[in-house]
């Protein structure tokens, strides 16, 4: 038996972190590496946010507030989708620590191309004017070394390109948002 020391307990914390961070990096490079085409379906963008909740922490994500709205029914991946933005709830989450809200929501956009977008802010620190250009670089990240990876907004911009839409960040000194936009999906077409 290994003994319980607070010395003992923090190490095997820490290890346990370690550990939890490698899985998390490789399990995104798998995604980002796969080939598979997306696995497309008719569904409300809203059904994406209630999903992609279930992956934040429980005790962090009963701190997001989410604003009611469903949203139209846009062709989506689920499980691509709701990981995408599960990884964006978590750098709200990573931008708020030191205190600030995040907020989930769903809007339509008009104009030539009807699109549903679900909409993540945060009043965190907000990203450098100067580094706004390259957040969806692979591996560029404004975190600490050792806190980020860089790929997070990388996965979200190939997820968002492979439903046919576009990820977006606005940033100043007053907090970030992010917005997924979906094309609109007509059942009665057949089309978005």
Request: aromatic share 4%.
């Amino acid at each position: 038996a290994v003994p319980t020391t607070p010395e003992t307990v923090e190490t095997m914390a820490l290890m346990e972190e370690g550990l939890r961070r490698i899985e998390t990096l490789t399990h995104r490079l798998l995604k980002l590496s796969r080939e598979s085409p997306p696995d497309l379906g008719p569904m409300r963008v809203g059904e994406v946010v209630g999903e992609a909740l279930r992956f934040v922490d429980g005790d962090v994500a009963s701190t997001i507030e989410r604003v009611p709205g469903e949203g139209s029914l846009a062709l989506v991946d689920r499980d691509r989708a709701c990981e995408a933005l599960a990884n964006v709830l978590d750098n709200a989450l990573h931008a708020c620590r030191g205190g600030g809200r995040v907020s989930v929501q769903v809007v339509s956009l008009e104009g030539p191309r009807a699109m549903t977008c679900i909409e993540v802010r945060d009043t965190g620190e907000g990203i450098p004017k100067d580094q706004l250009g390259r957040v969806f670089d692979m591996f560029y990240t404004t975190k600490a070394v050792g806190e980020g990876t860089g790929l997070v907004l990388a996965i979200t911009r190939r997820v968002m390109e492979e439903h046919g839409g576009s990820v977006t960040l606005d940033s100043d000194e007053r907090g970030t948002c992010v917005r997924l936009s979906f094309p609109v999906y007509s059942p009665s077409r057949g089309e978005s």
